[in-house]
């Protein structure tokens, strides 16, 4: 936990700063926010990996491979200043080979709220929550015999995050975003289990904290005070 803890002062230091920032302004009325109502926000972000490991030793050459995915499209609107409501959409695969293949889906969808503390124009400390629909699919299976025994989960399940971050504007337009958000997640699904042969239902819960970086633009010119 010490790398979140660490993750949250330098969020409230950039906000700090951000506030500093304003207080030298010679008229601190002339702030305007960019988060101006009438405004929208779309953004994308994400990632990919791929790699490699050759292993030799006394039991010979181990090839495994790794791939890994994701992305989150999102867009919002400013009902009013610095508070918007939004819906995103996001994807996600993993995939590994070694003495067991796994294979990983997820897809999931949501709507949220956010709330910026600052009026400053060089960007603001936020809050945010959300709740969203889930559905995933996950295999694995045993690849050192002659047919694979597959165990295969699929399910789907609603949830629900709050978090914190700080966004940093340039030019009134681009944003880039640092934050953490913590999801809440109750999942139901159905394994099959080709080693008995034989399917059973399965109720569980997840937590994840969750490390964000992100890129956004502001479109509209919005309301000004």
Do not use: H
């Amino acid at each position: 936990m010490r790398q979140y803890s660490l993750l949250i002062i330098f969020i409230l230091s950039l906000s700090s700063f951000g506030a500093a920032s304003a207080l030298v302004e010679s008229d601190s009325s002339q702030q305007e926010t960019p988060f101006r109502k009438k405004r929208w926000m779309v953004g994308l972000n994400g990632y990919l990996t791929s790699s490699s490991t050759n292993l030799s030793g006394t039991n010979g050459l181990t090839d495994n491979f790794s791939n890994n995915f994701f992305y989150n499209l999102n867009g919002s609107y400013f009902l009013k200043s610095r508070l918007s409501i939004g819906l995103f959409v996001g994807m996600s695969r993993t995939s590994s080979e070694e003495l067991l293949i796994r294979e990983t889906e997820g897809f999931v969808t949501g709507s949220g709220i956010r709330y910026y503390l600052s009026k400053n124009q060089e960007g603001s400390l936020y809050f945010q929550g959300s709740v969203f629909y889930s559905r995933f699919y996950d295999r694995s299976a045993i690849i050192d015999i002659v047919n694979p025994i597959d165990n295969i989960l699929t399910g789907s399940g609603i949830g629900g995050n709050i978090g914190l971050g700080y966004s940093y504007v340039i030019k009134d337009m681009i944003i880039l975003e640092i934050g953490f958000d913590n999801n809440f997640s109750w999942f139901s699904g159905e394994i099959t289990n080709q080693i008995t042969n034989s399917k059973s239902k399965q109720n569980f819960s997840q937590y994840e904290l969750n490390f964000n970086f992100g890129l956004s633009i502001l479109i509209g010119t919005g309301i000004k005070k």
